[in-house]
Each structure stands twice: as C-alpha cells, then as structure tokens.
C-alpha cells in the first residue's frame, strides 16, 4: 500500500497536553486503509483514526455532540456521519457539516432547532426538563491528535498525564 498523506491538524484544534508528548505506536497503516475508521484506546481515552479522501488524522472517538463513537458512523470523503442523532462533520476542517436532530448550541453559542429527516413526522418543540437539556447541549469543536508514520506503523501522540 502506497503510504498515506497526514493530514495537519485545523488550526486551534489539537487536544491539551499533546504538544511536547512522545509519539506511540498504535496501528499499522494496512489496518486503515482508504475509507476507514478505527478506535485505539489508551486508559478511558477513546481515540478514532480515520482514513479519508484527504489522509489520516486522529481525533477523539466521541461525537462532540454527546460523545457517540464516531467509529461506529459512515465515513463519506472527509465526513462522518454520526450514528446516534443524525450529526455530520468533517473530520478534514472540524467543522459540522449537519446539526444533529435533536438541534442545540453550536460551538458559538447560536442555537439550533430540532428537525427530522423527510421520512419522519415533524416533532414539535416541548418545553419539559430533556427538551431544555437538548437545547442547552452544546456541540463542541473536535480535539485532534498529532499522529505521523514511521516504518508503516501509525504513531499518535497521546496527552501527558
Ligand atoms: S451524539 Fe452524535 S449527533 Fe448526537
């Protein structure tokens, strides 16, 4: 397999405590290949590499919606479609292509109303204690990972304790 491009990482996006962290060995790049995603987990850290159109990357392997794993999602391109709540975002930018179903603040603070997709009845809008929940919910921005190859294995920077 012809070796990968590494993506760089958004511009304000790569997580605390990676800066001056030493590289690991977490995969090799014939376990990702093109199209792919896979979780490593180091500790309670649940970290996604994934293989697009573009190259690879690490970022954290929680929605920043409420946290499902983006592993488990459809990767298209650059963009991962979350299985829980219908949330799109390019893994290539950070940034959120669709807002997840159940609608929320977007990293700015503006809000988002809930919305179905065409095949599904409309939901109204309630005012009860979940529905508060769900629009105070903020989706946050993706944190990345350095990540770099060497020898054909997949190393990522994981945060220092
Ligand atoms: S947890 Fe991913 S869109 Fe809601």
Redesign the pocket.
């Known amino acids: 397999m012809v070796e990968p491009r590494v993506l760089p990482i958004p511009t304000g996006l790569q997580a605390p405590g990676t800066a001056a962290s030493p590289f690991e060995a977490v995969a090799s790049f014939d376990e990702l290949p093109p199209g792919t995603l896979l979780r490593i987990t180091r500790g309670d850290l649940d970290v996604l590499l994934a293989h697009t159109e573009a190259g690879l990357l690490a970022t954290d392997d929680r929605?920043?919606?409420?946290?499902?794993p983006?592993s488990q999602?459809v990767l298209e391109g650059c963009v991962v479609g979350?299985?829980?709540?219908?949330?799109r975002f390019d893994l290539c930018t950070g940034e959120t292509v669709r807002f997840?179903?159940?609608g929320g603040l977007d990293p700015e603070g503006g809000y988002h109303s809930t919305w179905q997709p065409p095949d599904r009845p409309a939901k109204p809008e309630t005012a009860d204690a979940k529905a508060q929940a769900r629009a105070a919910t903020r989706?946050r921005r993706l944190r990345y990972y350095p990540l770099r190859i060497r020898a054909g294995r997949i190393e990522v920077a994981f945060p220092r304790p």
Do not use: F, K
């Not at 929605?63 to 499902?68: I, L, N, T, V």
């Not at 979350?82 to 949330?87: D, E, I, N, R, V």
């Open positions: 929605c920043p919606h409420m946290s499902a983006l999602g979350c299985p829980l709540h219908a949330g997840p179903t159940t989706v």
